[in-house]
């Protein structure tokens, strides 16, 4: 607890351009959780060099996802949004709670499993320990809440074991941290593979919407958007793709699928994506306007990382320091 409130930890990898089904089904939602919570939200960039980057680009998608958190409407005043390289007691503290995960409970992971599959020519240890860092980023800063999606629910459950294997070495160390349960991001598919989810990493471009596309390549990019031979616009499992555009528009407009079903009743295929072209272009023109704005100014952004740094690092340190001697470690002189 911060302040009488419940503190609630989240973020995302600055790697690649986030997607329309970053922003719909997480950031979006996130906008609107300052209110009941003491927010922290990272650039978890520390987690993206498990893959090999480019450094040029990797500096620039830190930046550009730091201002896409607050172009989205994350006040930083009443937020924390911050680099993850920039505070050194994740890394300290995943040090120590490496010593508290056991080999078996990672050989579980299966991110690890997939990711190694997608880059067998460099398994790195940093790949399979990456989920004891993600319990150190949420651990550090004692959250109650964890907003995760069904691919990240294994990881913040390792998490809970960590911190209750901690605890009962050490006493009432961490908060053990629950899963954020509240409204559901809207769950955003792949436009060439319905049955996947929306990928920035994704290999081909026509399957996903990012954030800074421009209207021609969104309209584009939907009208190759696979959907199928029934001609029949149903919000059914079994034309998957036709449903993926449902859920978009609905998201987007604010419309249950049902609605968006009556409304293009009797219509083809053909006017259902271009309205849902529309409907996206509507949604992020005024993300990307506040991104472009915010890009200029280089002394607010400036100062934010700064002030935003120095708060991710006062929390950390409170939690690092009480651990650091728990397990025994020399107090520094100062």
């Not at 899963?179 to 593979?193: D, E, F, T």
Request: glycine share 6%.
């Amino acid at each position: 607890m911060i302040d009488g409130k419940k503190v609630l930890y989240s973020g995302m990898q600055a790697t690649g351009n986030l997607t329309l089904g970053n922003y719909l089904g997480a950031l979006k939602n996130w906008v609107n959780l300052c209110d009941e919570y003491e927010c922290f939200y990272g650039v978890a960039n520390m987690h993206s060099i498990t893959i090999r980057q480019d450094p040029a680009q990797f500096r620039k998608h830190n930046r550009d996802l730091l201002i896409l958190y607050i172009a989205a409407g994350i006040d930083p005043k009443k937020n924390c949004v911050y680099y993850q390289s920039h505070v050194p007691a994740h890394a300290e503290l995943s040090w120590i709670l490496s010593c508290f995960t056991y080999m078996g409970e990672l050989n579980r992971m299966t991110q690890f499993k997939d990711k190694a599959a997608k880059h067998a020519d460099n398994i790195n240890a940093g790949l399979f320990t990456y989920p004891v860092l993600m319990a150190a980023d949420i651990l550090l800063y004692q959250a109650d809440v964890v907003p995760v999606g069904v691919d990240q629910l294994q990881h913040l459950e390792l998490t809970r074991d960590i911190a209750q294997r901690f605890n009962g070495v050490y006493g009432d160390v961490f908060t053990i941290p629950e899963p954020y349960v509240g409204k559901v991001g809207a769950k955003i598919n792949s436009l060439q593979s319905p049955d996947k989810k929306m990928s920035k990493s994704d290999e081909n471009p026509n399957a996903s919407i990012y954030l800074m596309d421009d209207p021609d390549t969104i309209v584009r990019k939907f009208k190759r958007a696979v959907t199928d031979s029934e001609a029949c616009i149903c919000y059914r499992d079994e034309q998957p793709g036709v449903k993926n555009l449902i859920n978009i528009y609905s998201a987007c407009t604010g419309k249950t699928p049902e609605e968006t079903v009556a409304e293009f009743s009797g219509k083809g295929y053909g006017e259902l994506k271009t309205a849902v072209s529309e409907a996206v272009i509507a949604v992020l023109k005024p993300l990307q306007d506040e991104v472009a704005r915010l890009s200029k100014d280089k002394a607010y952004i400036d100062s934010i990382i700064k002030e935003n740094d120095e708060k991710a690092a006062y929390f950390a340190n409170k939690t690092l320091r009480k651990v650091q001697k728990k397990v025994g470690f020399p107090e520094k002189i100062r």
